[in-house]
DNA sequence: TATCTCCTTACGGTTTCCCGTAATCGATCG
DNA sequence: CGATCGATTACGGGAAACCGTAAGGAGATA
């Protein structure tokens, strides 16, 4: 099994329980914190001292507060941790569903475990932990049903740009004059009617209200 | 301290850090379900046996699965529980900002405590367990902060139904309808208008997509 | 260069939304 | 009973969004 691990986990409850869960599985060495940027600091220093971490276990919402932070998301660190130790196992544990970034996140091998915080998250964890351990990838039960669900449509920039736009609260009438300023093509309502006409289709929503909405919740803006 | 605890959290991670927490605080007659309804039957079987919970600690989302349940939210629970045994203590353990039913909640003498899942909740669930024990109401450091800057717009119920019924893409001009079906009074096209602008202008939006959203994640709707 | 195709843009008619004003209703009070 | 005030509803003009169709442009191919 792993011998040492960090876990960047900003709720200081879920920070227990992980912390709990690897113990009861004969891991002692862990290490725990709560911000990003620490995380980063202390695979460095692992590194440097010869002795590297063989898992990160990250959440990926991090909340900002009076201490302003380099990395404010875990897929960012993510990505910095394995600037410095691309062999380093990654398990990601979160709460939202964001399956468009998680599964690029897969495919470009940069995690290996995913586990949703949901009912059964403590068995999926140990799950991912020994599923991971044997050099195979693990998504808990819930994401997997997700992403299967989820996969109706596949957002492009120009997609999240003008759903961006509406939730900022700008009209579609004055959207085409902030895409040019941005150089972002195609930029005529017409183009921007005629797509969010299409994401609405493929989502079955008949109102901009629910898009936002929808793309909101996924994170996705 | 209290004696005798009922948890109520349907995340499996979040369970075992607040097992942990009251365990290292010396309080060992716990039990813990996944289930609102599970938390109802428990407290009136302890009724029963002559030996009452001190307190319950529950979150307030609960997330369906394939066990369909009687009660589904934190905030039933509490009501039904509240029936049964109107002196309990209740700390309320959630991770959305739901200011306007939580400050009701408070108001009416239904809950205690309340602690936000965020970086610091360990800590402040172990000291509501302290205030609350001492007869005094507890709120976690965010939650009151959130409170205060969220004091902007206070949602009625008429709100609430007009966001939703936007949410779930019903035009502004086949609302009338609806509402009337429902008997909620107002329900002319012109009342919801005017509403739909006090709301946004309250909040510095301008777009109902802005309201919508908004409301979604602030857990209103 | 001519042609074909795909993507983008332009335009016009219809519906919905927005917003101000005026009429109606209902309850309270002198 | 009439007056008054607040809340609700009705209405109408103008703006924005919606939707189908047609025109324009860039790239690929022969």
Redesign the interface.
């Known amino acids: 099994m792993f011998k040492k691990v960090l876990i960047a986990e ?9 912390q ?2 690897l113990h009861d599985l004969g891991i002692h060495n862990t290490k725990y914190v ?1 911000y990003c940027d620490h995380a980063l600091t202390w695979i460095k220093n692992a590194i440097r001292d010869g002795e590297p971490y063989d898992l990160l276990i990250t959440d990926i919402e991090f ?1 900002d ?1 009076d201490s302003p932070q380099e990395i404010k998301d875990g897929l960012s660190l993510i990505k910095a941790v394995k600037m410095v130790q691309p062999d380093i196992k990654v398990i990601v544990l979160t ?1 939202k569903d964001r399956s468009a970034l998680i599964n690029e996140m897969f495919r470009e091998n940069q995690i290996d475990g995913l586990v949703r ?7 999926h ?1 140990r799950e991912a932990l020994q599923t991971v351990y044997q050099h195979r990838t693990y998504q808990s039960p819930d994401s997997k049903k997700f992403i299967q669900e989820q996969n109706s449509h596949e957002f492009t920039q120009f997609d999240l740009h003008i759903v961006k736009l ?4 700008i ?1 579609q009438k004055e959207m085409p004059e902030y895409l040019q300023q941005r150089d972002i093509r195609p930029s005529s309502l017409s183009s921007i009617e005629k797509r969010l006409n299409l994401m609405k289709d493929v989502l079955g ?6 898009l ?2 929808h793309c ?2 996924l994170g996705f803006i």
Chains 1, 2 share one sequence.
């Open positions: 900003d709720h200081e409850i879920a920070n227990i329980s992980v709990k869960t709560y909340e507060d709460a915080k949901a009912r059964r998250d403590g068995q964890l509406l939730y900022e609260g009209s929503f008949t109102k901009n209200e629910q936002v909405a909101k919740e």
